[in-house]
């Protein structure tokens, strides 16, 4: 996922964020008797250290334990979408031009979705799972606990600054941690709006919002997290999972790369053009699961480059930039970069820019060869190449010789050819004829493999991402006879009984004592 992360971008100082935010809390209790530097000298106490000792003061007092607690926190984000929906419209469409509808529908109604799920299962959820037990302790209690991990970390990207900080926000939450959450800098009134209007409606305690920018946010990484939940870039990911190690802490890596979409010759071509198109410019292309390219035959090429035409001209109209349901590039940084990629293969469909509306045409290429810059990265804008395959099987040769993506695509009339794609690949996750909809679905995992992420979440694997899953045994303190067959002094005729009692065997097998 190309976002733009915290660490390439510099941003204001501590003492400059918005009124509200939680990382105002760390620069007044900083541990060092002052305001608190952002950069600080190598002595200095660091300016998060106060922030994170009280969330954890908090957490050890078994405030965010009780299920009552974390419903009436979750039901707060609820309050919070639905009160400031307007200004997450408003401030979705200033950072980079989101329409409403994809605004309304990624970032406020997936994340009700997601809310709604927790509501309706939290309380089975954190129940204690039974276990089975051996022979040895079927007189005792043998069970999973859920519990919390403490003090999280959640850094978010830009791209769905709203849903990419609050989904895996609301899974921490329901799993009973304290939590400091870092919305993206680069979405910056995306930003201003969580750090001032979200902390009015959670309980200040156990939750806070950092803004902070490169110098900040190493900082911040310094400290001892109980897990960190990154969603970003690999470059990114590999520093942020470097910090982590320095404590042992656990995490879950959010990233991306190229997703490759392959359109088998036998499908109808106007259905894949619309749903390749939508799922390839929805939010201007800044989407980590977009179709990064499409992988196909000669023939198939020559039938999709007039539908993918009338598709981008029946969603946008015959001039893009002035649709409203077209979005633009988040900035002028990654504006360029995106633009630079124009100049690899040949421009079909689109091509036209214009710098001051970071306005980028839905485009797509063709004539591209493997090396060329545009397949080299994560493409991350409104571009959609096409690279030729002579069949399914160089298809799938083609994707299994680079990095494993976030999600496979696949186009066929056929089930076989699907079926195949899928099971002679590896990705995070896999879409058949269609793209983005495996999202939608709060039942199913979400996450990365490789270079394109660790861990998963969405429904209740966001609860289980947060939860760490306490292996119980509680046994009486009585029946001591029982237990005199596994002390000293040993005998093959107690070795013999021991393993009878307590051996796990395949099944339609017995033993004889």
């Given amino acids: 996922m190309e976002t733009g992360s915290v660490f390439p971008q510099p941003l204001e100082p501590l003492g400059q964020q918005p009124p509200g935010s939680g990382a105002g809390k760390a620069a007044e209790d900083d541990g060092g008797g002052g305001k608190g530097s952002v950069d600080g000298d190598a002595t200095s106490a660091n300016p998060y250290a106060g922030l994170v000792s009280s969330l954890r003061a908090a957490w050890l007092s078994g405030k965010t334990r009780p299920v009552e607690y974390r419903v009436a926190q979750l039901e707060a984000l609820g309050r919070f979408l639905d009160e400031k929906k ?16 994809e605004a309304e529908f990624s970032e406020i109604l997936l ?6 799920e927790t509501l309706n299962n939290l309380s089975d959820w954190m129940k204690d799972e039974r276990v089975d ?13 859920k519990d919390p991990y403490g003090v999280v970390l959640i850094i978010a990207p830009w791209n769905y600054p709203i849903h990419l900080l609050l989904v895996p926000l609301i899974g921490a939450i329901a799993a009973g941690n304290c939590v400091v959450s870092k919305p993206s800098e680069v979405a910056k009134n995306t930003e201003r709006l969580v750090a001032e209007m979200l902390t009015c409606y959670l309980d200040n305690d156990c939750f806070a919002v950092v803004t902070a920018g490169v110098q900040e946010t190493t900082r911040l990484l ?3 997290f109980d897990y960190i939940f990154y969603t970003g870039s690999p470059s990114v990911g590999k520093i942020v999972m470097a910090a982590a190690a320095k404590h042992l802490t656990p995490v879950t890596l959010e990233l991306g790369g190229k997703n490759p979409c392959y359109v088998s010759d036998t499908c109808d071509v106007q259905n894949v053009a619309r749903r390749v198109a939508w799922g390839r410019f929805f939010n201007a292309g800044q989407t980590c699961i977009a179709p990064d390219y499409v992988l196909c035959s000669v023939e198939m090429q020559e039938k999709l480059l007039p ?9 946008y109209g015959p001039n893009p930039q002035e649709s409203p349901d077209f979005g633009r590039i988040v900035g002028d940084k990654h504006f360029q970069r995106v633009q630079t990629l124009l100049h690899s293969g040949r421009v079909v469909i689109g091509g036209q820019t214009d710098e001051e509306e970071r306005y980028i045409a839905p485009t797509v290429l063709v004539d591209l060869q493997p090396s060329d810059p545009i397949m080299q990265e994560e493409i991350f804008g409104p571009i ?16 299994n010789s680079r990095e494993r993506p976030l999600v496979v695509y696949a186009f066929s009339s056929d089930d076989k050819v699907v079926n195949q794609v899928l099971e002679r690949t590896s990705s995070g996750g896999f879409c058949g004829n269609d793209t983005l909809m495996h999202v939608t679905l709060t039942s199913l995992p979400f996450g990365g493999i490789g270079n394109s992420g660790l861990g998963m979440y969405h429904g209740r694997f966001t609860f289980d991402t947060f939860t760490h899953h306490r292996g119980c045994l509680r046994r009486s303190m009585g029946r001591e006879a029982l237990n005199a067959l596994r002390y000293p002094p040993y005998s093959q005729q107690k070795l ?15 033993t004889l004592l």
């Fill in 86 to 101: 307007e200004d997450i419209l408003e401030a979705t469409a200033s950072d980079m031009g989101k329409p409403p509808f």
């Fill in 111 to 116: 994340c009700k979705n997601e809310l709604h």
């Fill in 133 to 145: 037990r051996n022979l040895v302790t079927q007189l005792d209690s043998a069970f999973i606990r």
């Fill in 222 to 224: 310094e400290n001892k």
């Fill in 307 to 315: 539908a993918l035409r009338k598709a981008i001209t029946d969603f």
């Fill in 384 to 399: 959609l190449p096409i690279v030729i395959v002579a069949n399914m099987d160089e298809a799938i040769d083609f994707i």
């Fill in 496 to 510: 013999g009984i021991v393993r009878a009692a307590s051996e796990v065997k395949r099944k339609g097998t017995c």
